[in-house]
DNA sequence: TTTTGTGTTAACAATTCTGTTAAATAATTT
DNA sequence: AAATTATTTAACAGAATTGTTAACACAAAA
């Protein structure tokens, strides 16, 4: 039998077993039972702590949208290199951050995308964080078009097309992988290609096209 | 009160009732009465004409799931233009395709990409679709660029990048729309913009690099 | 007209799931 | 130590959900 007294913390174990149970089923496929069979506690004890199934839900929801939007933050926004090393360093830290949560931008479309409420608090959030970023990019893109080594681009048009290119890898990962590569190589592999690939096509998108 | 008797054709009004449910709530948030209801039929006769909830919601994910494979084949089998006039179109049928079934992308991640099982009917699917394309579009784009008038890509690593940039696009409209444009033009004026840009990525993407 | 088969209804059975409660146990304070 | 507070348990209540069944209606065939 598991240890079943003195929890120094039964609402850490809680919250740990409810991430996984949401992350993989959702919330309406997601059982409180479930959560607390997996987190070695009662039943009642879900509704001691947190007394919905929604509060759970809520507090597990928060802290990955805050993720989400972290991660795009964290990854572009290091200013002080050059645009091109700027923009790779950007991708790549963002798909490497996407990658070590597999499946949280599969858990933010299916919870976050359908629900209009839902959507509202996330773009809240993306707003400010894009406020941050954007004019700092815009700047810089706009440098280096007047400096005729890139073609003009909207900021924001341009991170969307990263954020595109990257979230379709991670999120569409266990459908494409064994259409890509070799299938033992798996993982690693397909994300090394995906991520080469994502890198240079936005490189390619800034590209100054040559004059005839 | 709602015709009652002799529904010629019960079995297709439950079908397309469930069509709307299962979109919109998936499997697990679904409810058979509810799509009773919404069918003008009584609950029985759902277990009447398919045994069970599973039976409906398989038929009605497997058409779903041919769409979505054969909006990428007819938006992008159509050989005979010169290459980029192929993409363009290609990228733009394939674009309008999931936008006039906007909320099918949604569906297909929630429902297909956390279940393995389902992952691996898809993919079979996916797989017979690439086969037909991929030998054709290789060819033309070595054509391209033994002719000087293209950078050599790989075709599934170009197919995937639009496919990223145009169902990202669709998928994300709830949550990025706002940030975009305008709050009234909306959805059309959104469509419009990513549409284009997704048509000029990929048209850069193949660009030759230009020599110094 | 009787029979037969399909479609339909209403009520119900069985399960599952969330949330509650009262009592027991441990920890903390006084 | 006594009292108070916090945590845990076990049993249960209530609601919702899927699936079943027996009776019924109606049409077409015999």
Redesign the pocket.
């Known amino acids: 039998m598991a240890e079943?007294?003195?929890?120094t913390n039964?609402e850490q174990a809680i919250l740990e077993a409810a991430e996984r149970e949401f992350l993989a089923k959702g919330f309406e496929g997601?059982?409180?039972?479930s959560i607390a069979r997996a987190a070695g506690?009662?039943?009642?004890?879900l509704?001691?702590?947190f007394?919905?199934?929604?509060k759970i839900f809520e507090r597990i929801l928060d802290e990955k949208m805050r993720l989400i939007g972290e991660s795009v933050l964290t990854a572009f926004g290091q200013p002080g290199l050059p645009l091109p090393e700027r923009l790779r360093q950007g991708i790549e830290n963002h798909f490497d951050l996407l990658a070590a949560q597999a499946d949280l931008p599969r858990f933010v479309v299916t919870e976050v995308f359908s629900h209009p409420e839902r959507c509202e608090v996330m773009r809240r959030r993306i707003r400010r964080i894009l406020d941050r970023l954007l004019v700092d990019l815009q700047r810089e893109l706009d440098e280096a078009a007047a400096r005729g080594e890139a073609d003009p681009v909207d900021a924001l048009t341009l991170l969307l097309d990263i954020i595109s290119l990257n979230v379709f890898s991670i999120l569409a990962y266990p459908l494409l992988a064994p259409l890509v590569g070799d299938p033992e190589g798996g993982r690693d592999r397909f994300f090394a290609m995906r991520k080469a690939e994502n890198v240079a096509a936005i490189r390619k998108r800034i590209l100054k096209i040559p004059e005839r």
Chains 1, 2 share one sequence.
């Not at 506690?41 to 004890?45: F, G, L, N, P």
Request: hydrophobic share 20%.
């Open positions: 079943h007294t003195h929890h039964t997601a059982r409180t039972t506690v009662t039943h009642a004890m509704h001691y702590y007394r919905t199934k929604e």
